[in-house]
């Protein structure tokens, strides 16, 4: 107040009061000059701030990767030891399955009608013994019927025992009993031969197209006692 007084009507301060004057415009600018740095600081924390905030925020997710860590790599060794442990289960009842006896098939295979062993000088009678069968032509043209029967006393016959046939004629025999049967002619070469490995079984038949004009006499080679017959062809 003194000193807007004297300010207006222009009169000269005491030195005291000039040398005040001065110490308080120096205040306003200390002043001044603090809320400038408070200022500038305040724009170098928000500048530090803004450069700083990725890296915290990386670091931020890298500290909150490395904590996932342990939790992903117990789950991963959870489920290797749960798949070992499955294996071996798995492994363990196989080794018993395999461990276990298997059972062994008792039934007993029916006698085959090609058992070499029973028929040249076995069960079937005293015939020759294995012979390379013969492969049975297929019939066409004109044909004739032999049975492989029983007579009136049990033995195993041909019926008719002889036949005159004329050449191309096909003749086909057939088995009507239980037994196997062969059709052996008797000449050196052979002529026809049913085998004495693949006999004539039941119900079956064998057959033989004469293209030659001759007489064959023929046999079967397990019964040959009872079984004979002869072929006239013309």
Not at 51 to 63: A, D, V, Y
Not at 76 to 90: E, G, H, K, P, Q
Not at 96 to 118: F, G, L, V, Y
Not at 147 to 156: A, H, L, R, V, Y
Request: glycine fraction near 6%.
């Amino acid at each position: 107040m003194l000193y807007r007084f004297h300010k207006q009507h222009d009169i000269k301060l005491p030195f005291a009061v000039q040398e005040a004057k001065l110490e308080l415009a120096g205040l306003r600018d200390l002043a001044s000059y603090v809320t400038y740095m408070r200022i500038c600081y305040y724009k170098v924390e928000l500048l530090v701030q803004f450069i700083t905030t990725p890296f915290k925020e990386e670091k931020r997710m890298h500290t909150h990767m490395e904590a996932k860590k342990p939790t992903t790599l117990a789950l991963f060794l959870f489920i290797v030891i749960s798949m070992l442990a499955l294996l071996a289960a798995c492994g363990s009842n196989t080794s018993t399955a395999s461990s276990a006896p298997s059972p062994t098939a008792t039934a007993t295979a029916a006698t085959s009608s090609t058992d070499t062993t029973t028929y040249g000088g076995g069960r079937y009678g005293t015939g020759g013994g294995g012979t390379t069968p013969t492969a049975t032509k297929a019939v066409s043209g004109p044909t004739q019927t032999v049975n492989i029967t029983t007579d009136s006393s049990g033995s195993f016959v041909f019926s008719p025992k002889t036949l005159t046939i004329k050449v191309g004629t096909t003749i086909v025999w057939k088995n009507t009993t239980q037994t196997p049967h062969t059709v052996t002619s008797l000449d050196a070469n052979k002529t026809f031969n049913s085998g004495d490995n693949t006999p004539i079984n039941s119900n079956m038949s064998f057959s033989f197209t004469f293209t030659k004009a001759g007489t064959y006499k023929y046999q079967c080679d397990f019964h040959p006692q009872t079984m004979q017959g002869t072929i006239t062809v013309q």
